[in-house]
């Protein structure tokens, strides 16, 4: 167990309870039930069962958590197979997220899905910034190139919000990509991340192209 990391400073986010419920699911699925339960274990978190979080939109849960848990799955499995379950977990999120009947995601409905591709893609990252931003203490920001979007989100740079950006950073690289695998009726997209230090902030942004990977 992991004792340096059992703190919950208060300058950590919080998001609300639904999502977190709902990345707790998509680890359990990705991970398994026996894996799940260790990582739970091993991050001092057995008490986070998912029958103990509510479905609750309000920002109530410490992100302090996720990041014991992400620093967990680092020392359990190394840091590329932690980036790849992260990643594999973030896939599952977003389905998660979009069965959910409320609040729902907002990004398939007629007034997105009707645009061109280009327009489609920014609106669909505008959208995702907005909802995640009304549910979390996170800023989020967008921005349009010819080839793709950059989305990306900023904590105070301090070593504790760098492990949790790092984790959250891989789930939503996860998210984009079945997010774009489902828009794109099963095409893959190439998606870049990249991490910045910029004055007092850490920044995590991932690049996404419009265009899916023909190769």
Known sequence: MIAAAQSE????????????????????????????????????????????????????????????????????????????????SGRAWFLNLQRRSSPSLGIFTAQVLTLPKTLKIKRSGEILAEYFHRYMDIEFSVQASPTGIRWGFGLPHAQQNSLLGSGLADLWVGFWSEFLYTLSGGKHHLIHLNSEVQLEKQAWVIDIPYLPFEG
Do not use: H
């Open 9 to 88: 400073p208060s300058a950590f986010a919080s998001c609300a309870n639904f999502l977190a419920r709902a990345i707790f699911a998509s680890l359990d699925e990705t991970l398994g039930k026996t894996f799940y339960a260790n990582l739970l274990r091993e991050s001092g978190l057995e008490q986070v069962a998912l029958s103990a979080l509510s479905d609750e939109v309000g920002k109530s849960f410490p992100l302090s958590r996720l990041s014991r848990l992400f620093v967990a799955l680092e020392k359990m499995e190394g840091t590329t197979a932690q980036r790849g379950l992260l990643q594999r």
